[in-house]
């Protein structure tokens, strides 16, 4: 069964900090590649951040302030964000899909997505 969900989104002050969190079904945990991306109003789907075996990366602008991780024990992708700015402001969503991940992925190299959870940043 394929599953993703996401928690930990809110209302933060700028410069404040929230950690994402996204429980997957063990299926889908064991997809090589998972991984955040957000939206906000009007804007594409960006990529945030990836992690795979082989390690992660991290879109610039959130490089020194966002940091993506797994923890295989329970099934779950993290991600810190720290310094939030109201550019950060977006619905974020995890996602995973097979094979290893690789620099600049695109939306529509994964398969699997959550719902998303909402992260608004306040000036």
């Known amino acids: 069964q394929v599953q993703l969900v996401e928690s930990g989104g809110g209302s933060v002050q700028a410069g404040g900090s929230l950690r994402l969190s996204c429980a997957a079904s063990e299926y889908t945990y064991r997809q090589s590649c998972m991984g955040w991306f957000r939206q906000a109003p009007g804007k594409e789907r960006e990529r945030v951040a990836t992690i795979d075996d082989y390690g992660t990366t991290l879109a610039d602008s959130v490089k020194g302030r966002f940091t993506v991780s797994k923890d295989n024990a329970k099934n779950k992708l993290y991600l810190q964000m720290n310094s939030l700015t109201p550019e950060d402001t977006a619905t974020y969503y995890c996602?995973?899909?097979?094979?290893?991940?690789?620099?600049?992925?695109?939306?529509?190299?994964?398969?699997?997505w959550g719902q998303g959870t909402q992260v608004t940043v306040s000036s």
């Open positions: 996602t995973a899909r097979a094979g290893v991940c690789y620099s600049h992925m695109s939306y529509s190299d994964f398969r699997y």
